[in-house]
């Protein structure tokens, strides 16, 4: 679009002496070509003068109609080409129609060049327009969107990494719940936690088991006297019962984690 001075003054010029260029549509009313001279006629007060193209190829022809009318860089021209290849990549043409080859061979606009567009296109979308009316530069832009992907990149890999390792914090990320940094800031707390935990249970285990496994074929057992036991820690049948299942446990996790 032109901006608001331009605007004005093709409205004054339509209003003075007509509308020399009618206003393109396709088959389906949709604007192929002039949105100035339609905005510049909504300012004039002046009834808009319309035509239909009923060519093959409405979006090469809008194209084509917008790189040849303006003095572009070949910047310029490779975003708008891209643009259009987005625009148009489902429309039902053919692959060959629709391919960055074709279309750079009608435009006269390098590969590499529209390669550069397309990827402002993709990670850059903010800057499009901006290349399009030449405040930014095609290369400028390129470097900012390439920038763009690779933290879109090292983000993605870094969810993967995050869902391998905690699936729910990986989950509350992409709800939206959680910032990646705090869900790796959680993550960290709660390794450190588990860290924690498996040290008193290793120190507790080693204090436990050993001197069991020592009493066997003694006779500890025999002279097991409760005058003598600590406080809080009398040993009754139930806790026996439950200190043989808590072995048969260990063992269960042991033979487990052996086989892994």
């Not at 003075?16 to 004039?44: S, V």
């Not at 080859?101 to 390098?110: D, K, L, M, P």
Request: some cysteine.
């Amino acid at each position: 679009m032109l901006d608001d001075e331009e605007l004005l003054s093709l409205a004054e010029e339509i209003k003075a002496k007509g509308q020399y260029n009618p206003i393109m549509l396709d088959t389906n009313g949709r604007l192929l070509d002039g949105r100035n001279r339609l905005k510049a006629c909504e300012i004039a007060g002046v009834e808009p003068r319309f035509a239909t193209y009923e060519g093959p190829d409405p979006a090469d022809f809008a194209l084509q109609i917008n790189i040849r009318r303006r003095n572009l860089t070949k910047g310029q021209v490779a975003m708008v080409t891209a643009r259009n290849c987005s625009a148009t990549e489902q429309d039902g043409r053919s692959a060959g129609e629709r391919s960055a080859r074709s279309i750079a061979e009608r435009t006269g606009v390098s590969l590499g060049r529209i390669g550069q567009a397309l990827t402002v296109l993709r990670h850059a979308p903010d800057l499009v327009d901006q290349v399009v009316s030449g405040a930014v530069g095609l290369d400028e832009a390129y470097k900012a969107a390439r920038e763009a992907k690779a933290q879109a990149d090292s983000v993605e890999n870094q969810l993967a990494r995050l869902r391998s390792e905690d699936p729910e914090l990986a989950d509350r990320v992409v709800e939206g719940d959680l910032s990646l940094p705090a869900a790796w800031a959680e993550r960290k707390e709660r390794a450190e936690e588990e860290i924690r935990r498996r040290k008193v249970a290793t120190h507790f285990l080693c204090e436990v088991v050993p001197p069991l496994a020592q009493a066997r074929g003694t006779d500890t057992v025999a002279l097991y006297d409760p005058q003598f036991m600590l406080t809080g820690r009398a040993i009754t049948g139930e806790v026996i019962e439950q200190a043989m299942a808590a072995l048969t446990e260990m063992a269960q996790a042991w033979r487990k984690r052996d086989a892994a």
